[in-house]
């Protein structure tokens, strides 16, 4: 019943910008850490950027000082905000959420199926 939907992909020069945005509904009580992972044709999936429920984010050491990740508890939304794009950025990118169903339940891992983002001339 819980959905993650990513939007605002697309395609962008290098040297661009560009806003992800990750929406999750569904019957969910709480919110935990939500992330953002990017995969490149033949390439691994790989961990982008996270922010707890705490606020706490972290980076991979590729996108540090470009990326931005927040997130809008009151909307259920975590945002990716990508500057100075390049184009080893080209990647789906994939939102992932641990998702509270009822209050004092545990967390269980939900994935989007990801938005398409290409930084080329």
């Known amino acids: 019943q819980v959905q993650l939907v990513e939007s605002g992909g697309g395609l962008v020069q290098p040297g661009g910008s560009l806003r992800l945005s990750c929406a999750a509904s569904?019957?969910?009580?709480?919110?935990?850490?939500m992330d953002w992972y990017r995969q490149a044709p033949g390439k691994e999936r790989e961990l982008v950027a996270t922010v707890t429920s705490g606020l706490t984010t972290n980076y991979a050491d590729s996108v540090k000082g470009r990326f931005t990740v927040s997130r809008d508890n009151a909307k259920n939304t975590v945002y990716l905000q990508m500057n100075t794009l390049k184009p080893e950025d080209t990647a789906v990118y994939y939102c992932?959420?641990?998702?509270?169903?009822?209050?004092?339940?545990?967390?269980?891992?939900?994935w989007g199926l990801g938005t398409l983002v290409t930084v080329s001339s």
């Open positions: 992932r959420a641990y998702v509270m169903l009822r209050y004092g339940d545990g967390f269980l891992e939900h």
């Open positions: 569904g019957n969910i009580w709480s919110l935990g850490t």
